[in-house]
Structure formats: C-alpha cells, structure tokens
C-alpha cells in the first residue's frame, strides 16, 4: 500500500472545487446514511465528513453532461474456471479495444486506474445511457449513482491512481451511439391483411401490452395462434404489433420462435 502525500480531506476538497460533488466512503461503501444523495460540493461539509472519517476513501459523482465509461476485467462466478474464450467476452478491457479496432480510438481524456486493475475513463456526454451496454462495461452518471475516485483504497491494498488527468474530451459518436438510450417511437403496424376472429384478439392483446409484459404478451399470443393453427397467417401482424409497442426485432422472432417450439 503506498503513502499518500496528503491527506484524504485535500484530494476531496481539490475535487469539490473542481465540481465534483464528494462523500466518504469505506471501499466502495457509503458511510452517509442517504449514500450519494449526501455529495456536495460545499467545502465546510466536506471538511465535516472527513473530520469525521479521515481515511475514508472519496466517492464521487460524475457532474451533469459528463459520463464515467467503467471497464473491468473479466471475472469468474464462485467455483467457476474463466476459460480464454470467457474472458474475452467478459472483459471490458478487451471489449473496448475491440470496438476501437472497429470504429476508431478513443480521444485523450480524464482516465484513472482502479484498484481492481481496470480503468475509469471520462467524456462529456448527455443521456439518458444504457447501464450495461456490454459484459465487463458499466456507464456511471452522477444523477444515479458514483464512483471511487484516486486515491482510494482498494479492499486488494491498492489505491485508486488518475493515469492522465488530461481535460475530459467529448464522447466519440460511434462511442455515444452504443451508450446512449435510444428514444422509443412508437412504429405504426404494417397495412397486412385483416385476420378476423381470435387472430384480431390476439393481434390486440399485444398492442395494448404494457411495459414490463410486453414480451410476455406476445409469447402468449404466439403460443394461442400456434395452438389454434393461425400462426403463420397472423405473424406478421404480430411483428408489426410487437415493433409498435417497443420490442425489438431480434426479440421478437426470438419469442415467436419459442413459441413455435414450446406452446
């Protein structure tokens, strides 16, 4: 464990200054009572907290219009063997080099090191963003949420370190594209033929799904055309009614398939 040159209060108070609300905290823990509902800015109560916990690490959250990209590496559920195969598709690490090899290299930016060996790296960004877009790859926003920041100890014994403390550089768009949430448009059912009868009803029972069961909705509707032998004549119908609703393509046909298979 290396020796700070400073103590815990100076890095906060350099970080509150700079516009990023702080709080203590214990590892990655909280030690306010209302967690990072409590980060502020202000410098007497920053002085307050850590007059309080002067080891305690610094938490922080990412200010508005600015974004922490999270990539870890590859970890192994209790009693599992990572195969080489499983962590290439775990590790953010990996997975952000190949997506630069596919669409071109991140910019200089603000980037720290975490104790678990993986790094932060901050852009300027508006959301509203994808949590997890990727396996090993997690997006923290001040808004819902914080992060560790240099110097902080690590529960391994090794601290938190800022690898370039370079401006934070706009979000790439080919980044922000697979970061950002995409606004939901209600898409218009394709002009199919009628189907009467039961088939209507079903068609129906998925436009008027709401969310949360809307997959549900159609499994169910697929599952009663394939039962009733009217699949095949109203699954286009069903498609359009789940692409309205807000499901995806991929989603759709892989519940319309289950059903096929599985009614």
């Given at each position: ?65 600015t ?5 870890d ?13 499983m ?10 080099v ?45 808004a ?6 240099p ?7 090794r601290r ?8 934070i ?18 898409r ?7 189907v009467?009868?039961s ?41 359009g ?9 991929r ?11 599985g009614a």
């Amino acid at each position: 464990m290396t020796t700070l040159a400073e103590p815990m209060v100076a890095h906060a108070l350099s970080y509150a200054r700079s516009g990023i609300p702080v709080f203590p905290g214990e590892d990655k823990t909280p030690l306010t009572p209302n967690g990072f509902k409590a980060a502020t800015t202000d410098a007497d109560m920053v002085r307050d907290y850590w007059g309080r916990f002067p080891d305690a690490n610094v938490l922080g959250c990412p200010p508005v219009g600015t974004v922490l990209v999270d990539l870890d590496r590859a970890r192994a559920k209790p009693g599992e063997v990572l195969t080489d195969e499983m962590k290439k598709d775990r590790s953010g690490l990996i997975r952000m080099v190949n997506l630069q090899n596919q669409y071109g290299r991140l910019p200089a930016t603000r980037c720290a090191r975490t104790g678990g060996n993986g790094l932060h790296i901050w852009f300027g960004c508006e959301g509203p963003f994808v949590a997890k877009p990727f396996p090993g790859i997690d997006i923290k926003v001040g808004a819902t949420g914080y992060v560790v920041l240099p110097p902080s100890l690590h529960a391994s014994g090794r601290r938190y370190e800022w690898l370039s403390t370079a401006p934070i550089a706009r979000c790439p768009r080919w980044l922000r594209d697979l970061i950002v949430k995409k606004p939901h448009v209600p898409r218009p059912v394709p002009e199919r033929k009628q189907v009467g009868g039961s088939g209507e009803g079903l068609v129906n029972t998925v436009l008027s799904a709401q969310e949360g069961g809307r997959n549900s909705a159609l499994h169910w509707a697929a599952c009663r055309a394939h039962e009733n032998g009217i699949l095949d004549d109203i699954e286009q119908d069903l498609v359009g009614a789940g692409l309205s609703i807000g499901l995806d393509v991929r989603e759709i046909d892989s519940t319309i398939r289950s059903a096929r298979g599985g009614a």
